[in-house]
């Protein structure tokens, strides 16, 4: 697995922390913010090597944006997706949600491409708007997905979350069909030494629009307002008694509301997931109906 840069994780997040700054100290649907933040990293991805789209939609905020970029090269019959939502809350830049998600999966992409690979699979990333306002963007996705190019959907992979401040380890447990991707996500941080959790997230990310189709689909997440235990800071550090990131929702969600240890053994966990599905032999040409 490659041991992606946690140094460019936190430059994008520099980035993502300075577009909030200069649009009114957010992110959020239908604020300028959101706008930046999405011209910024598709033009990123562009400069990559990725086919790009800006795909618009209507939310009770104003018009949102989804980011698809796929990598033009293996089989299109098989797609791995990676994806992360990139508007913030209106009371706050959302640095660790979910500027973590997007840098850790921009950053996987870019690394991706500057590997040079062809893989066996098609890889796609996306970058959702409006989760927000209760996963409008990716609901908005997979809805307007021909019947067909949905089938061709192997996996969707999940990161809303991954550098909370007082860190947990979670492993998204609630789709029978990821679960060899759920199991997979829970042996790469064993054999680091990281103990892990489940976690049923219900319907609180972008991964659940993926699920309602019935694709396959994992993820992770270091903790919004839940309270650590004593039991959890005893394997993972930082403070029981504390919410796993007290700034969840809140104007102080900012560059400072990050803990690069988790950021990095997260980022890592996608580099692993993305490799390693990348090559997965899904057998031959056509499409799983
Ligand atoms: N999706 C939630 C939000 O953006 C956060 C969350 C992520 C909650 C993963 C549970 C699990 O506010
Ligand atoms: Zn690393
Ligand atoms: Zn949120
Ligand atoms: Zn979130």
């Not at 990821?178 to 199991?183: H, K, L, T, Y």
């Not at 991964?207 to 839940?226: C, Q, W």
């Not at 005893?234 to 929702?249: I, R």
């Amino acid at each position: 697995s490659p041991d992606l840069s946690v140094t460019n994780a936190k430059a994008h997040l520099d980035q993502l922390q300075s577009i909030a700054t200069s649009n009114g100290g957010n992110r959020a649907t239908g604020r300028p913010g959101y706008r930046a933040s999405a011209d910024w990293v598709r033009s990123k991805l562009d400069a990559a090597g990725y086919t790009t789209t800006l795909q618009s939609f209507s939310t009770s905020a104003g018009t949102s944006y989804n980011v698809i970029a796929e990598w033009p090269r293996g089989d299109a019959n098989h797609v791995v997706m990676a994806g992360a939502h990139l508007d913030s809350v209106s009371s706050g830049p959302g640095i660790n949600d979910n500027g973590t998600g997007s840098a850790g999966v921009l950053e996987a992409a870019l690394a991706y491409a500057a590997s040079g690979q062809t893989p066996r699979n098609r890889l796609r990333f996306g970058l959702w708007g409006a989760e927000e306002l209760g996963l409008v963007g990716s609901k908005y996705y997979v809805n307007n997905l021909p019947a067909a190019d949905r089938d061709r959907i192997e996996l969707y992979l999940n990161f809303d979350m991954i550098g909370s401040p007082n860190p947990g380890y979670f492993v998204y447990n609630d789709n029978p069909a990821g679960n060899a991707a759920r199991d997979d996500l829970t042996a790469y941080f064993t054999g680091r030494g990281v103990q892990t959790e489940y976690v049923d997230v219900q319907g609180r990310s972008d991964h659940a629009a993926f699920r309602s189709l019935g694709i396959a689909t994992a993820g992770t997440f270091s903790g919004a307002e839940g309270i650590k235990t004593s039991a959890q800071a005893s394997k993972w550090g930082g403070t029981a008694g504390q919410a796993y990131d007290p700034c969840y929702h809140r104007s102080c969600d900012t560059i400072s509301n990050l803990n690069l240890t988790s950021l990095d053994r997260q980022l890592d966990a996608i580099g692993h997931m993305v490799w390693t599905y990348a090559q997965k032999d899904y057998g031959s040409t056509n499409p799983p109906t």
